[in-house]
T-cell receptor, first 112, second 114 residues
Framework: QKEVEQNSGPLSVPEGAIASLNCTYS??????FFWYRQYSGKSPELIMF????GDKEDGRFTAQLNKASQYVSLLIRDSQPSDSATYLC????????????FGKGTLLTVNP | EAGVAQSPRYKIIEKRQSVAFWCNPI?????LYWYQQILGQGPKLLIQ????????DSQLPKDRFSAERLKGVDSTLKIQPAKLEDSAVYLC????????????FGDGTRLSIL
């Protein structure tokens, strides 16, 4: 069964620190990966996606993908209290239907 | 651009009753997804439509859940009869269906079964 595993946390960091969120996946056929942020009681909101090995940066966020190790990560620099949320990692299974498999999410708390 | 619209936002029913949820995807998005998200879990795909055809319904409990997407735009998801374990948030998402394009989620329907 294709799985996406996330460190369940909760993860707590002080304001201004770097938050590191990690994800591993079992399906070597996965082609692209998505990070979603979900505030309590709200729907998932796309942060960024990555499909090439290496790093992808967008403002304070950096996604890293290592297909050989089947590992994806999200770094949040200069963490703010407003970043406090659950972060969901999702892998695209490829094929013709682009089905996403989600991890359980990591709860991040940024303390002022 | 208008986002994915869902209704109702909340629904409370008793077990063995029926319930229906509605979703209107982002205009032009060919692919529509229904997810079930139980508290503390990530979303689990129930069914995926490409236009008005079903692409994947392997995790849909077909003895009680049904979904349709007539005319390839709006979609409804129905549960009949509901069980206690169906208490969850039901999320609708849509995407253009092209490679590596993200799915965009609606606000969801929070279902409570008494």
């Amino acid at each position: 069964q294709k799985e996406v595993e996330q460190n369940s946390g909760p993860l707590s960091v002080p304001e201004g620190a770097i938050a590191s969120l990690n994800c591993t996946y079992s399906d070597r056929g996965s082609q692209s990966f998505f990070w979603y942020r979900q505030y309590s009681g709200k729907s998932p909101e796309l942060i960024m996606f990555i499909y090439s090995n290496g790093d992808k940066e967008d403002g304070r966020f950096t996604a890293q993908l290592n297909k050989a190790s089947q590992y994806v990560s999200l770094l949040i620099r200069d963490s703010q209290p407003s970043d406090s949320a659950t972060y969901l990692c999702a892998g695209n299974s490829g094929g013709s239907n682009y089905k996403l498999t989600f991890g359980k999410g990591t709860l991040l708390t940024v303390n002022p | 651009e208008a986002g994915v619209a869902q209704s109702p936002r909340y629904k409370i029913i008793e077990k063995r009753q029926s319930v229906a949820f509605w979703c209107n995807p982002i205009s032009g998005h060919a692919t529509l997804y229904w997810y079930q998200q139980i508290l503390g879990q990530g979303p689990k795909l129930l069914i995926q439509f490409q236009n008005n055809g079903v692409v994947d319904d392997s995790q849909l409990p077909k003895d009680r859940f049904s979904a349709e997407r007539l005319k390839g735009v709006d979609s409804t998801l129905k549960i009949q009869p509901a069980k206690l374990e169906d208490s969850a948030v039901y999320l609708c998402a849509s995407s253009s269906g092209t490679p590596n394009q993200p799915q965009h989620f609606g606000d969801g329907t929070r279902l409570s079964i008494l």
